[in-house]
């Protein structure tokens, strides 16, 4: 049997007090086949003395959404297998 998720990744750039220096967010949301859904946040700030590259910043804000979503789904996982065996469970990434 073959299940699909879909990630989603919404990108939003705007100006830090200096506008100079952009800071990019990123929301990832992950949509499973079951229907449950689970979200991840990121941010990128550049630095006002680097060469402005809007790529770059959505690489960063995105990698780092997806690795807060990625420690969302591990802690959910813990935590469904922690109610099935009743104990706690600490999974490593």
Not at 12 to 27: K, Y
Not at 35 to 45: D, I, S
Request: net charge negative; no cysteine.
């Amino acid at each position: 049997m073959a299940h699909t998720w879909t990630i989603t990744v919404h990108l939003v750039e705007t100006e830090d007090l200096d506008p100079d220096r952009g800071i990019t967010s990123a929301h990832a949301v992950l949509a499973t086949s079951s229907g449950t859904t689970l979200e991840g946040r990121g941010t990128a700030r550049r630095n006002p003395d680097d060469v402005e590259v809007e790529a770059i910043g959505e690489e960063l804000a995105t990698a780092r959404a997806l690795r807060d979503l990625s420690d969302r789904l591990l802690q959910e996982t813990s935590d469904d297998l922690a109610e099935i065996e009743q104990h706690p469970v600490h999974l490593r990434s």
